[in-house]
Nanobody
Framework: QVQLVESGGGLVQPGGSLRLSCAAS????????MGWYRQAPGKQRELVAT???????NYADSVKGRFTISRDNAKNTVYLQMNSLKPEDTAVYYC?????????WGQGTQVTVSS
C-alpha cells in the first residue's frame, strides 16, 4: 500500500505563496489518482484539488486560478502550488491517494495565512 508524507506547510502573509509536497512510498504511485483536501478548525474536510493518473485536474471554486496541482510520477510526488493566499486558506492540508476502493491519507501539514 501507498504511504503518504506531506511537507511544505508553514506561516505565510496574505498574498504570499507556498508549495506543498506529498511523497508516496511506493513506485505504483502512478496508478493512483491524487488529491489535496483541507480542514479548518470547526469545519469539515473539503476538497481542494485532484489530479487523475492521466493528469486531468479539478479544483474547488474557492481556489481556482490561485492553486495548481501537479504530479511527478518519476519522483512519486504530488504538489500543490498555492499563490495569492488568503486568511481563509488557513487549514491543515491533507494528501489523498485513491485507486479503486483503496483510499490513503497523509498525516497533514498546517498552512497558516496571517499578517
Amino acid at each position: 500500500q501507498v504511504q503518504l508524507v506531506e511537507s511544505g506547510g508553514g506561516l505565510v502573509q496574505p498574498g504570499g505563496s507556498l508549495r506543498l509536497s506529498c511523497a508516496a512510498s511506493r513506485s505504483i504511485f502512478s496508478m493512483y489518482a491524487m488529491g489535496w483536501y483541507r480542514q479548518a478548525p470547526g469545519k469539515q474536510r473539503e476538497l481542494v484539488a485532484t489530479i487523475t493518473t492521466g493528469g486531468s485536474t479539478n479544483y474547488a471554486d474557492s481556489v481556482k486560478g490561485r492553486f495548481t496541482i501537479s504530479r511527478d510520477n518519476a519522483k512519486n510526488t504530488v504538489y500543490l502550488q498555492m499563490n495569492s493566499l488568503k486568511p481563509e486558506d488557513t487549514a491543515v492540508y491533507y494528501c489523498n491517494a485513491k485507486m479503486g476502493a483503496v483510499t490513503k491519507w497523509g498525516q497533514g501539514t498546517q498552512v497558516t495565512v496571517s499578517s
